[in-house]
């Protein structure tokens, strides 16, 4: 089946400092990847759609200032959390659709993000 | 948009007895629906997934019914096992377009005791 990956898999930074999160589909192009963020006990909330060549389409509330979403190539999305703070510590996962599977989308195995 | 919403957000089952968790979503456009199953900081597994123009789907000891008229979705795990305890995810999707994300239930947590 198609993979995502993601780096890293956790990190942990100073408030007010920024960390970016790299998103790869590794055997399949993706025109459109999302980024979803997971806080502690709760579901999966879609931030944000970003799609190759193009602005990332935000879901209401997130600001587009803070994570910036860039989707430079068919294999690649990145999400830069732009001066982090503690409420922004959460678990944040990307997924990929694949072309030619009726919907499935495939998700990366997530970055645990804590800011002190 | 779409709205998901699921029930119950927790639930206690013994081992052998069956378990059933229950969506319902409101994008009447919305034709692709899997469940995940949630791990402790791992990523949503997918474990079955059904599409609108099929009202029930099985894979051993689970399986998915859907009522497109009133617009809600099932998993039924049967002979539930230990290893079945874990958060339950239902998630829904319009149109096979790349452009569309999965929108997400908030989830069951199952307990299954032995």
């Known amino acids: 089946g198609a993979v995502v990956s993601q780096h890293p898999s956790r990190v942990i930074c100073k408030s007010g400092t920024s960390v970016k999160i790299e998103c790869r589909s590794l055997d399949f192009q993706a025109t459109t990847m999302f980024w979803y963020r997971q806080f502690p006990k709760q579901s999966l909330m879609l931030m944000a759609t970003?799609?190759?060549?193009?602005?990332?389409?935000?879901e209401q509330g997130v600001e587009k200032d803070k994570f910036l979403i860039n989707h430079a190539s068919l294999t690649l999305s990145t999400l830069t959390v732009t001066s982090a703070h503690p409420e922004d510590s959460s678990f944040y996962i990307c997924?990929?659709?694949?072309?030619?599977?009726?919907?499935?989308?495939?998700f990366g195995p997530g970055t645990r993000l804590t800011v002190t | 948009g779409e709205n998901v919403e699921q029930h119950p957000s927790t639930l206690s089952v013994q081992e052998g007895d069956s378990a059933v968790i229950k969506c319902t979503y409101s994008d009447s456009a919305s034709n692709y629906f899997p469940w995940y199953k949630q791990e402790l900081g791992k990523r949503p597994q997918l474990i079955i997934d059904i599409r609108s123009n099929v009202g029930e789907k099985k894979d051993q000891r689970i399986a998915v019914t859907l009522n497109k008229t009133a617009k809600h979705f099932s998993l039924h795990i049967t002979e539930t096992q230990p290893e079945d305890s874990a958060v339950y995810f239902c998630?829904?999707?319009?149109?096979?377009?790349?452009?569309?994300?999965?929108?997400f239930g908030k989830g069951t947590t199952l307990s299954v005791s032995s």
């Open positions: 997924s990929a659709f694949s072309p030619g599977t009726g919907g499935e989308q495939y």
């Open positions: 970003s799609n190759e060549g193009s602005k990332a389409t935000y």
């Open positions: 998630a829904a999707k319009s149109g096979n377009q790349a452009g569309t994300a999965l929108i």
